[in-house]
């Protein structure tokens, strides 16, 4: 058994936004005594952990933190797990024995409250949703339990919002997916839910020109990843396949004659689309795009720019500031990218459109 009263307290603690001082104001002791049961200095007495456990609505096993190995416990939350895959309803009643048992195990909680959202979800049924929420709110009480570093405050409050949004408390789901967005990851969500359920026409742009931003960014990092996957394994149609695909996407992004910061990576994705086509015996494809990236780096070149305003459907978005290691121009990255392929016969006729004037 292990207990953990130290990062219990301040877990509870953080959860309601108290500050030491608040919480010593509220139990009548010194900020002091707070800061030492935190450092695991010293220990409340047994009158303050009943008002401690009061005070955060929790019992006093609780908040003492204890863990108990058990192997009943992990085959319970392992069934609970496979009544989930299978989407065995049965689940349900399963669980609700489950939590009678261990309703401090936080793996037996939180796979309980997932088969609820689940069912939920699948049913409609709004006392199964509530239940989710109750559960989930319980599991992040418990996190400190938690061993999976898929699960997180955030996996969390996402299906908790998402649960609200079926019950059609949307304030409320908004309320926890902002609250919990770090690096815009939930902005997609966010910006949907106000332009389709909230009616908030000009706030959600904002939120979703940022979100269309930054999935544009992953893709570059994602399309980057598959072509040094394909051309490592000289599976040149493939590469060739993705780079069409991701090229056509950002043309279909781009305002007519207008420079962005997603030019100079698809300067280089046409010099790999160039070399793929060579590869493939494909000699008047590989000009054509060669010449699309000459074209591209010249735009950009005589006036880059490195934000978001060139790009189609992006309004009200914050200030981006691009990163790479491309070179300082697309000419640079056009050189640069050249080199790492060691293609003389690409080389060369690159050479050749750069000399045609």
């Known amino acids: 058994m292990k207990i953990n009263l130290a990062d219990t307290i301040r877990a509870f603690r953080k959860a309601r936004s108290l500050t030491q001082q608040q919480l010593a104001d509220a139990l009548g002791v010194t900020v002091g005594a707070v800061y030492k049961w935190e450092a695991n200095l010293s220990a409340p007495d047994l009158t303050l952990l009943v008002e401690l456990a009061d005070l955060f609505d929790t019992s006093v096993d609780v908040l003492l933190g204890y863990q108990v190995k058990s192997s009943k416990q992990t085959d319970t939350a392992a069934r609970l797990r496979a009544y989930l895959q299978s989407r065995d309803t049965d689940g349900l009643a399963e669980a609700e024995k489950a939590l009678l048992r261990y309703p401090n195990c936080f793996d037996i909680v939180y796979q309980s409250a997932k088969l609820y959202y689940l069912f939920g979800l699948m049913s409609g049924e709004k006392p199964r949703l509530w239940r989710s929420i109750e559960l989930m709110e319980r599991a992040r009480l418990l996190l400190g339990q938690n061993t999976?570093?898929?699960?997180?405050?955030?996996?969390?409050?996402?299906?908790?919002?998402?649960?609200?949004?079926?019950?059609?408390?949307?304030?409320?789901?908004?309320?926890?997916?902002?609250?919990?967005?770090?690096?815009?990851?939930?902005?997609?969500?966010?910006?949907?839910?106000?332009?389709?359920?909230?009616?908030?026409?000009?706030?959600?742009?904002?939120?979703?020109?940022?979100?269309?931003?930054?999935?544009?960014?992953?893709?570059?990092?994602?399309?980057?990843?598959?072509?040094?996957?394909?051309?490592?394994?000289?599976?040149?149609?493939?590469?060739?396949?993705?780079?069409?695909?991701?090229?056509?996407?950002?043309?279909?992004?781009?305002?007519?004659?207008?420079?962005?910061?997603?030019?100079?990576?698809?300067?280089?994705?046409?010099?790999?689309?160039?070399?793929?086509?060579?590869?493939?015996?494909?000699?008047?494809?590989?000009?054509?795009?060669?010449?699309?990236?000459?074209?591209?780096?010249?735009?950009?070149?005589?006036?880059?720019?490195?934000?978001?305003?060139?790009?189609?459907?992006?309004?009200?978005?914050?200030?981006?500031?691009?990163?790479?290691?491309?070179?300082?121009?697309?000419?640079?990255?056009?050189?640069?990218?050249?080199?790492?392929?060691?293609?003389g016969s690409l080389s060369r006729m690159w050479e050749e459109l750069t000399n045609e004037e």
Do not use: W
């Open 148 to 343: 999976d570093s898929e699960i997180s405050e955030f996996s969390i409050t996402y299906h908790m919002a998402g649960a609200y949004s079926e019950l059609g408390e949307e304030e409320k789901a908004l309320e926890l997916l902002k609250s919990n967005n770090p690096r815009g990851i939930n902005d997609d969500v966010i910006g949907q839910s106000l332009a389709v359920f909230c009616n908030r026409p000009e706030e959600a742009v904002e939120v979703l020109s940022t979100a269309l931003v930054s999935v544009s960014a992953m893709l570059i990092r994602i399309a980057d990843g598959f072509v040094n996957v394909y051309l490592k394994r000289d599976d040149y149609a493939s590469g060739a396949s993705i780079l069409k695909l991701v090229l056509d996407f950002f043309a279909g992004l781009k305002r007519d004659g207008k420079s962005n910061l997603f030019d100079k990576p698809c300067v280089s994705f046409l010099i790999c689309l160039a070399h793929a086509q060579l590869k493939l015996g494909k000699p008047g494809d590989a000009r054509a795009a060669l010449l699309a990236a000459k074209k591209l780096a010249e735009v950009f070149d005589r006036e880059p720019d490195y934000s978001a305003g060139g790009l189609r459907f992006i309004s009200a978005v914050k200030q981006q500031t691009a990163f790479d290691s491309l070179g300082g121009t697309a000419a640079e990255t056009a050189a640069k990218t050249l080199k790492s392929l060691e293609n």
